[in-house]
């Protein structure tokens, strides 16, 4: 190990939902990790594709992000995912991870 300089090695209990649902055009399969790391971003992981983000509430308002890290071809349904994540993710207050 002496060829590594390690950041972090923690392990942690965390709560992950899987979640399928369709807009009628498009079907979205979610694992979302809630996590204490990544500053309490969830980790957001497309079931289909293997892409995943850390997300929360204020990333949704970037709709070309969500387009550019999912892969996703029109903007609606972007915007049908940005809402379902602001429905569904918390909001999280900025926690200080590298303190």
Known sequence: MELFDKFYDEQEKVKVRFVGFTTGEIRFDFG???TNMFFG???????????STLLEQKDLEDIEHLMSVFKLRERKHASDLAEFFFETLPETPFQAEYE
Request: aromatic share 8%; net charge positive; with cysteine.
């Open 32 to 34: 979302i990790v809630y």
């Open 41 to 51: 971003k969830p980790l957001v992981i497309c079931m289909q594709t293997g892409r």
